[in-house]
């Protein structure tokens, strides 16, 4: 089992760039993958993409390609989506999760959660 905390979100202005984290514990977190989603208001979760257990393989979503950007420091625990040229339809809760799946992990794979962070990009 994996512990995960995000944080970094806030409100942000369209245009802008925010980056999320997400701090792991309870697990040697070098030996699980990775995963951003997002949740908008009146939405269905979407899989936003994963980073494999080193940090040298990511894999989006083909919407998400060009302005998100997923990366991890091992020695810190932690994984980070970096959004960019942010746009009122990214307004949504901003989760991370864990997989033991085989890179790319299957949204269906990741099992655990954290609680989640709110972005709100204005106009």
């Known amino acids: 089992q994996v512990q995960l905390v995000e944080s970094g979100g806030g409100l942000a202005q369209a245009g802008g760039s925010l980056i999320l984290s997400c701090a792991a514990s309870?697990?040697?977190?070098?030996?699980?993958?990775m995963g951003w989603f997002r949740q908008g208001p009146g939405k269905e979760r979407e899989f936003i993409g994963t980073i494999n257990r080193s940090g040298r393989s990511t894999w989006y979503t083909d919407s998400m390609k060009g302005r998100f950007t997923i990366s991890r420091d091992n020695t810190k625990n932690t994984v980070y989506l970096k959004m960019n040229s942010l746009k009122p339809e990214d307004t949504a809760i901003y989760y991370c999760a864990a997989t033991t799946g085989m890179f790319p992990a299957a949204p269906h794979t990741f099992n655990n959660w954290g609680q989640g962070t709110q972005v709100t990009v204005s106009s």
């Open positions: 309870g697990r040697t977190f070098s030996s699980i993958g």
